[in-house]
């Protein structure tokens, strides 16, 4: 695949508020579809308890890193096999000069770091809908229990399938034609498993 743009330079990003909850619910075997929408709509305003609807991203966005955690990741997706460690190289300069400027609060070349920062977390997909609900979030233990809880009423109802992970921090990958453009797109997942684990939680409920 074309891989340009992709990019992992934030490192995991700490729960602030409890953990970081990776949630997938599909509709149940009674197939009642207002049921669901209503499970979700009710999802959505128990997360929307915690700040930012429980979006694990801060709101002036996550801090810079001049050793990325996804630095070796980044540079097997997009740099040529023998010369990866140019890669890595022009990555390490380019977050130091992005973390010194954002420190310093400078601008290079319209390139303004603090407003990239926040365009990051307004950009970044911690809840989206396809054939289900997905979603990342930062919650309390309380507001967790209340999702839990309405979660589990659904499924006995036959209104959905769901699977939940728990972890301490969310992970960002992201695809970035140009940082001076504001359609860059920011990818939330769980970092210890997230999506991955609660699918597999999920499919093992379902009847093969």
Request: net charge neutral.
């Amino acid at each position: 695949p074309d891989l340009t743009g992709l990019s992992c330079r934030w490192n995991p990003i700490e729960a602030r508020h409890g953990e970081i909850v990776s949630i997938i619910a599909i509709p149940g075997a009674s197939r009642d579809l207002r049921g669901f929408q209503l499970l979700v709509s009710d999802i959505i305003a128990l997360a929307g308890r915690q700040e930012r609807d429980g979006h694990p991203v801060p709101a002036d966005g996550p801090a810079y890193s001049l050793l990325p955690a996804g630095l070796d990741l980044e540079a097997r997706a997009t740099g040529p096999a023998g010369r990866r460690w140019l890669t890595k190289l022009w990555v390490v300069f380019l977050m130091t000069l992005t973390a010194v400027t954002d420190r310093c609060g400078w601008t290079i070349g319209g390139f303004d770091p603090k407003v990239y920062k926040r365009e990051v977390a307004s950009n970044s997909d911690f809840r989206k809908f396809d054939d289900g609900l997905k979603m990342t979030i930062d919650v309390d233990a309380d507001v967790l229990q209340r999702i839990e809880n309405r979660l589990k009423q659904a499924e006995q109802a036959g209104i959905c399938t769901y699977g939940l992970h728990r972890q301490k921090s969310a992970l960002m990958t992201c695809l970035v034609a140009s940082p001076l453009q504001r359609d860059h797109l920011h990818f939330i997942d769980g970092a210890a498993g997230g999506y991955a684990m609660a699918a597999a939680s999920l499919k093992a409920k379902v009847p093969v």
